[in-house]
């Protein structure tokens, strides 16, 4: 029987039947031996041999009955206990098979000094750990420990914290996470942020699949907060406790003294830091808010904080009171904070972010106590309203206040719990949400970035940013639209405040750095872009709010409107940029008719829309566009290019000469002083340009003309365009010498040639002078008009050519006046020997009408020329002395005179025999009145010119007239 066998035996035999998990044998054999087997003993053996995998409810009950010494199971006496296991040792052999057990020790390995000392706590934590070390099966310890968690606090509160967080995460949240989860033993010793990393690291990082808590599911983070690190946060008191026991058993009382001061020097020891491990949890959900924001907001809206947890019933009453009141209300502060810092730490700009924003302020005005914001949708009018220095940021100068190791700093100027920051929270939201809906995305952090750190340039880039956006939308808007927009930025720009005030210059919003006027601008430049004219002109010109002078409405107008013609491709006004600049040209032209500067882009798009309808090439191949007007130093050179691209285009002088007056206009030409364009000055200056772009491009026309071999066109254009009138040129004075005697010269500064100079008139004689020696490509000899026409040209020439330019012009009137000599004698040549041979002229006495005395000179009597030169020589009879040398300048200069203006009729009022000094006088002896009178030019051009060479060739030569010389 079982009380004849030895204490050893009765080891051996417990240690048989526990190996083989034969509770029911143990449960009967052992009670009736407690004087060889102890209840510390039988439980040693039951941690040592009984199988882990063993079903806990199969023992718990007897485990129960060993640690307490009570066995109420009356039937154990009817179970056989076989002895036979133990019967054949020998007593001896059992005594040393005792001897050599290696029996665990009831308490656990790291096991709290301030933990129950009784059996049955110690054996079910150590059994506990050797279940899920030895085989894995973390679900049987529930089954062990359950059953005891009315035992002691103790049980509750490792059970709580220890084995409920883990089963959960590996068996009912995430069973089929891949891995490796920590030891039941090695979780326990997890402290501060080791353990809340193990417990959340399935929610870390973006979620796929995470429900949203206002669908009526809990989300994954809310869920993990409250059953995974809320029981795990249970047994805060108790691993703190256990640290403190453990730095007493590293040293004395100076090692506690030494770490809590390292706690205080960490800063935990502020006014509301308490040294909770929940105190890791914030900044967590700072850092997960930066990746996956929408997780954050979910877990926001399911979970209350600190004090809402989920225990799984186990522990007694409410599952809030394991904290005190003074910390939870302190964790809950800092809760708030960290929603606060998470809509600031996150950087997404998207929609469901500022969604998601927007009910995290619905969830603070709830823990808050605060009126619930407006919905998003709400118009900018009903939007609520803050006092103005809440919008002020003091307490910060730099960006890295917002940064996310920073946003939970004490006494955060946007994070602390307060009414101030929860407006400034609803702003930032609302404020994200208008940028958003105005096309340009921007997160909250950085909204708070644009508004308190932004200087007034970087804002003022955002708005033109977003203006351009609204510009380029694709989508067309109508006012209604457009008028929308503008009340957004005017929010953006005062959030509200002082509204009403149009002398406000900056505003409280988050774009309020920028000038009231410079954002009236852009808007106006947005209006103008997009060709809502018509609201730009409501708002701005006739509205009775003066939100812009007049005078820089009108710069602004302008300047879009030669933005949009530089842009151009095209000069053609019906199409492309300059039909845009045209159009804004035209819709504020009627509130600037009397503007100087509209009527130069008025002058400018037309000449640009004029010089479309030519072909034009740059250099280097490149097309004209309208831009290389505004960009050219020369802008009429441009109409240089058309006529040498564009065959014929000569004819068109008119054309041409209108595109110059409007360049001139425009103020592209010739602006070199700022005078007022308004005044009788700057109006007169004016038409001195005009006019002098006329002769330029009628010269450039002549070039062309001359290029394409068409004289008469060339000498039409300088007959008609380039040649002074009587009125423009003075007849030369002379000065008689103070001596008495009759030898007159020209005044010089009174001369033709120099009121020609005065008047500028440098394009008219290069004109002249280039046709006056045009000589046409084909090889075919010139007509005797040419000549007379070519010389007629080399005589305005030298009436207009300064005095440096006038040999170069002599001798292209000698070259041409040869050529028509020699034509004029060929023809003369040509005609007599016609006649001759009609007359039969070889026997002059043969034929009738014959009047040639014999021996006679027939060229006495035809040749003119003959006679005229003998007139030149001196030839008037023999035995008179030669000529003089002025007396030859004389005959030279109206010789002249004669052939220089061979169409001159017989209207010339001196006689041929006149003396040359008569001829002087008689024009030095004019008045002014008679020098008034109109004369043909062409006279006016002989008698001048025929002065000129008799005064000049004479005293060049130093001669002296016949008359001084019969004097001495």
Same mark, same amino acid.
């Given at each position: 029987?079982?009380?004849?066998?030895?204490?050893?035996?009765?080891?051996?035999?417990?240690?048989?039947?526990?190996?083989?998990?034969?509770?029911?044998?143990?449960?009967?054999?052992?009670?009736?031996?407690?004087?060889?087997?102890?209840?510390?003993?039988?439980?040693?053996?039951?941690?040592?041999? &009984?199988?882990?995998?063993?079903?806990?409810?199969? +023992?718990?009950?007897?485990?129960?009955?060993?640690?307490?010494?009570?066995?109420?199971?009356?039937?154990?006496?009817?179970?056989?206990?076989?002895? !036979?296991?133990?019967?054949?040792?020998?007593?001896? *052999?059992?005594?040393?098979?005792?001897?050599?057990?290696?029996?665990?020790?009831?308490?656990?390995?790291?096991?709290?000094?301030?933990?129950?000392?009784?059996?049955?706590?110690?054996?079910?934590?150590?059994?506990?750990?050797?279940?899920?070390?030895?085989?894995?099966?973390?679900?049987?310890?529930? *089954?062990?420990?359950?059953?005891?968690?009315?035992?002691?606090?103790?049980?509750?509160?490792?059970?709580?914290?220890?084995?409920?967080?883990?089963?959960?995460?590996?068996?009912?949240?995430?069973?089929?996470?891949?891995?490796?989860?920590?030891?039941?033993?090695?979780?326990?010793?997890?402290?501060?942020?080791?353990?809340?990393?193990?417990?959340?690291?399935?929610?870390?990082?973006?979620?796929?699949?995470?429900?949203?808590?206002?669908?009526?599911?809990?989300?994954?983070?809310?869920?993990?907060?409250?059953?995974?690190?809320?029981?795990?946060?249970?047994?805060?008191?108790?691993?703190?406790?256990?640290?403190?026991?453990?730095?007493?058993?590293?040293?004395?009382?100076?090692?506690?003294?030494?770490?809590?001061?390292?706690?205080?020097?960490?800063?935990?020891?502020?006014?509301?830091?308490?040294?909770?491990?929940?105190?890791?949890?914030?900044?967590?959900?700072?850092?997960?808010?930066?990746?996956?924001?929408?997780?954050?907001?979910?877990?926001?809206?399911?979970?209350?904080?600190?004090?809402?947890?989920?225990?799984?019933?186990?522990?007694?009453?409410?599952?809030?009171?394991?904290?005190?009141?003074?910390?939870?209300?302190?964790?809950?502060?800092?809760?708030?904070?960290?929603?606060?810092?998470?809509?600031?730490?996150?950087?997404?700009?998207?929609?469901?972010?500022?969604?998601?924003?927007?009910?995290?302020?619905?969830?603070?005005?709830?823990?808050?106590?605060?009126?619930?914001?407006?919905?998003?949708?709400?118009?900018?009018?009903?939007?609520?309203?803050?006092?103005?220095?809440?919008?002020?940021?003091?307490?910060?100068?730099?960006?890295?206040?917002?940064?996310?190791?920073?946003?939970?700093?004490?006494?955060?100027?946007?994070?602390?719990?307060?009414?101030?920051?929860?407006?400034?929270?609803?702003?930032?939201?609302?404020?994200?949400?208008?940028?958003?809906? &105005?096309? +340009?995305?921007?997160?909250?952090?950085?909204?708070?970035?644009?508004?308190?750190?932004?200087?007034?340039?970087?804002?003022?880039?955002?708005?033109?940013?977003?203006?351009?956006?609204?510009?380029?939308?694709?989508?067309?808007?109508?006012?209604?639209?457009?008028?929308?927009?503008?009340?957004?930025?005017?929010?953006?720009?005062?959030?509200?405040?002082?509204?009403?005030?149009?002398?406000?210059?900056?505003?409280?919003?988050?774009?309020?750095?920028?000038?009231?006027?410079?954002?009236?601008?852009?808007?106006?430049?947005?209006?103008?872009?997009?060709?809502?004219?018509?609201?730009?002109?409501?708002?701005?010109?006739?509205?009775?709010?003066?939100?812009?002078?007049?005078?820089?409405?009108?710069?602004?107008?302008?300047?879009?409107?030669?933005?949009?013609?530089?842009?151009?491709?095209?000069?053609?006004?019906?199409?492309?940029?300059?039909?845009?600049?045209?159009?804004?040209?035209?819709?504020?032209?009627?509130?600037?008719?009397?503007?100087?500067?509209?009527?130069?882009?008025?002058?400018?798009?037309?000449?640009?829309?004029?010089?479309?309808?030519?072909?034009?090439?740059?250099?280097?191949?490149?097309?004209?566009?309208?831009?290389?007007?505004?960009?050219?130093?020369?802008?009429?050179?441009?109409?240089?290019?058309?006529?040498?691209?564009?065959?014929?285009?000569?004819?068109?002088?008119?054309?041409?000469?209108?595109?110059?007056?409007?360049?001139?206009?425009?103020?592209?030409?010739?602006?070199?002083?700022?005078?007022?364009?308004?005044?009788?000055?700057?109006?007169?200056?004016?038409?001195?340009?005009?006019?002098?772009?006329?002769?330029?491009?009628?010269?450039?026309?002549?070039?062309?003309?001359?290029?394409?071999?068409?004289?008469?066109?060339?000498?039409?254009?300088?007959?008609?365009?380039?040649?002074?009138?009587?009125?423009?040129?003075?007849?030369?004075?002379?000065?008689?010498?103070?001596?008495?005697?009759?030898?007159?010269?020209?005044?010089?500064?009174?001369?033709?040639?120099?009121?020609?100079?005065?008047?500028?008139?440098?394009?008219?004689?290069?004109?002249?002078?280039?046709?006056?020696?045009?000589?046409?490509?084909?090889? !075919?000899?010139?007509?005797?008009?040419?000549?007379?026409?070519?010389?007629?040209?080399?005589?305005?020439?030298?009436?207009?050519?300064?005095?440096?330019?006038?040999?170069?012009?002599?001798?292209?009137?000698?070259?041409?006046?040869?050529?028509?000599? !020699? &034509?004029?004698?060929?023809?003369?040549?040509?005609?007599?020997?016609?006649?001759?041979?009609?007359?039969?002229?070889?026997?002059?006495?043969? &034929?009738?009408?014959?009047?040639?005395?014999?021996?006679?000179?027939?060229?006495?009597?035809?040749?003119?020329?003959?006679?005229?030169?003998?007139?030149?020589?001196?030839?008037?009879?023999?035995?008179?002395?030669?000529?003089?040398?002025?007396?030859?300048?004389?005959?030279?200069?109206?010789?002249?005179?004669?052939?220089?203006?061979?169409?001159?009729?017989?209207?010339?009022?001196?006689?041929?025999?006149?003396?040359?000094?008569?001829?002087?006088?008689?024009?030095?002896?004019?008045?002014?009145?008679?020098?008034? *009178?109109?004369?043909?030019?062409?006279?006016?051009?002989?008698?001048?010119?025929?002065?000129?060479?008799?005064?000049?060739?004479?005293?060049?030569?130093?001669?002296?007239?016949?008359?001084?010389?019969?004097?001495?």
């Amino acid at each position: 029987m079982a009380k004849d066998l030895s204490p050893a035996k009765c080891i051996l035999l417990t240690i048989h039947y526990a190996s083989e998990g034969n509770i029911k044998a143990l449960h009967s054999f052992t009670p009736t031996r407690l004087d060889a087997l102890s209840p510390k003993l039988v439980l040693e053996i039951l941690l040592t041999y &009984l199988p882990e995998s063993l079903d806990p409810s199969e +023992y718990t009950t007897y485990v129960s009955e060993v640690a307490s010494r009570l066995y109420l199971d009356v039937e154990r006496e009817d179970i056989h206990v076989d002895l !036979s296991p133990v019967n054949d040792i020998d007593e001896e *052999q059992a005594k040393k098979r005792v001897k050599k057990l290696n029996l665990l020790d009831i308490q656990p390995p790291s096991f709290p000094p301030d933990a129950p000392p009784d059996l049955l706590t110690r054996f079910l934590c150590h059994r506990s750990y050797r279940i899920d070390s030895e085989t894995g099966l973390l679900n049987l310890v529930p *089954q062990l420990i359950e059953p005891f968690l009315k035992q002691n606090d103790y049980i509750r509160t490792w059970y709580i914290s220890v084995v409920l967080p883990l089963t959960r995460l590996q068996l009912e949240y995430y069973p089929d996470d891949d891995v490796e989860a920590p030891s039941l033993s090695n979780f326990e010793k997890m402290e501060g942020k080791e353990g809340m990393d193990v417990l959340l690291r399935h929610v870390t990082g973006p979620q796929q699949n995470n429900q949203s808590g206002g669908s009526g599911v809990e989300s994954e983070v809310a869920r993990d907060l409250k059953g995974l690190v809320g029981p795990w946060m249970y047994g805060h008191t108790e691993r703190k406790r256990r640290k403190l026991y453990r730095s007493r058993d590293d040293g004395t009382a100076e090692g506690l003294t030494r770490d809590m001061r390292r706690i205080s020097l960490n800063g935990i020891s502020s006014e509301h830091k308490t040294g909770h491990d929940w105190e890791h949890v914030f900044p967590w959900m700072v850092t997960q808010a930066r990746e996956d924001f929408r997780s954050i907001t979910q877990a926001i809206e399911d979970w209350d904080g600190p004090g809402d947890v989920d225990l799984g019933g186990f522990s007694p009453g409410n599952a809030g009171t394991y904290l005190d009141e003074d910390t939870q209300s302190k964790l809950e502060s800092q809760y708030a904070q960290a929603v606060f810092a998470s809509c600031y730490a996150v950087e997404a700009d998207t929609e469901d972010t500022v969604q998601g924003a927007h009910g995290v302020l619905a969830r603070l005005a709830a823990l808050l106590d605060f009126i619930p914001p407006p919905d998003l949708a709400t118009s900018v009018e009903s939007l609520p309203k803050l006092e103005r220095h809440a919008a002020r940021l003091e307490n910060s100068n730099t960006t890295a206040d917002l940064e996310p190791n920073a946003l939970l700093s004490s006494e955060h100027p946007l994070t602390t719990p307060r009414f101030e920051t929860y407006m400034l929270l609803q702003m930032m939201v609302y404020s994200a949400y208008q940028f958003n809906g &105005l096309g +340009y995305p921007i997160s909250l952090v950085n909204a708070a970035k644009l508004h308190f750190y932004a200087a007034p340039e970087e804002q003022l880039a955002t708005l033109k940013k977003i203006l351009h956006g609204l510009g380029n939308g694709g989508a067309r808007k109508d006012d209604a639209q457009r008028t929308a927009d503008r009340a957004k930025l005017m929010w953006l720009w005062n959030w509200g405040i002082d509204s009403d005030d149009d002398s406000a210059t900056e505003g409280a919003g988050v774009l309020g750095k920028i000038p009231r006027q410079s954002f009236e601008e852009e808007m106006l430049r947005c209006f103008t872009e997009t060709s809502a004219y018509q609201l730009a002109i409501n708002l701005y010109l006739v509205s009775a709010q003066n939100y812009l002078p007049a005078q820089r409405i009108e710069e602004v107008v302008l300047e879009e409107a030669m933005e949009a013609y530089d842009g151009a491709s095209n000069g053609n006004k019906t199409r492309g940029g300059v039909k845009k600049a045209n159009d804004i040209i035209s819709a504020f032209r009627p509130y600037f008719s009397e503007s100087p500067r509209f009527q130069e882009a008025i002058a400018l798009i037309a000449a640009t829309h004029a010089l479309s309808f030519y072909s034009l090439t740059l250099q280097h191949g490149v097309p004209f566009q309208p831009v290389s007007i505004r960009v050219s130093k020369d802008p009429i050179g441009l109409i240089s290019k058309v006529l040498e691209q564009n065959p014929r285009s000569y004819t068109k002088v008119d054309d041409l000469v209108s595109i110059s007056r409007n360049l001139v206009t425009a103020g592209l030409v010739g602006a070199e002083s700022d005078s007022d364009g308004d005044g009788v000055n700057g109006q007169a200056d004016l038409e001195i340009r005009r006019k002098d772009a006329e002769r330029r491009v009628a010269f450039m026309a002549i070039e062309a003309a001359l290029r394409e071999d068409d004289f008469e066109t060339a000498y039409s254009y300088i007959m008609n365009r380039l040649s002074p009138s009587s009125a423009d040129i003075e007849a030369p004075k002379v000065e008689r010498r103070p001596s008495g005697k009759h030898h007159f010269r020209m005044s010089s500064k009174e001369s033709a040639r120099s009121k020609a100079a005065a008047s500028d008139d440098d394009v008219s004689w290069r004109a002249a002078f280039l046709a006056g020696r045009y000589r046409p490509a084909s090889a !075919s000899p010139p007509s005797l008009r040419r000549l007379e026409q070519r010389t007629e040209l080399l005589s305005l020439a030298l009436l207009l050519a300064p005095v440096h330019q006038l040999t170069e012009i002599l001798a292209a009137w000698r070259r041409c006046e040869e050529e028509m000599t !020699s &034509l004029q004698r060929a023809q003369q040549e040509a005609e007599e020997d016609f006649d001759n041979r009609a007359h039969k002229r070889q026997n002059a006495s043969a &034929l009738p009408g014959n009047f040639t005395v014999q021996d006679e000179d027939e060229g006495m009597v035809l040749n003119q020329k003959r006679r005229e030169m003998g007139r030149m020589t001196g030839k008037t009879g023999e035995g008179e002395a030669p000529v003089s040398m002025f007396d030859l300048t004389r005959s030279a200069a109206q010789a002249f005179s004669k052939n220089a203006f061979p169409l001159r009729g017989a209207a010339a009022s001196s006689t041929g025999n006149a003396s040359m000094e008569e001829s002087v006088v008689s024009l030095g002896s004019e008045t002014e009145a008679d020098a008034q *009178q109109r004369v043909r030019r062409r006279d006016m051009i002989a008698n001048t010119v025929s002065g000129g060479l008799a005064s000049g060739l004479g005293w060049v030569l130093g001669a002296t007239p016949a008359s001084q010389q019969q004097e001495r």
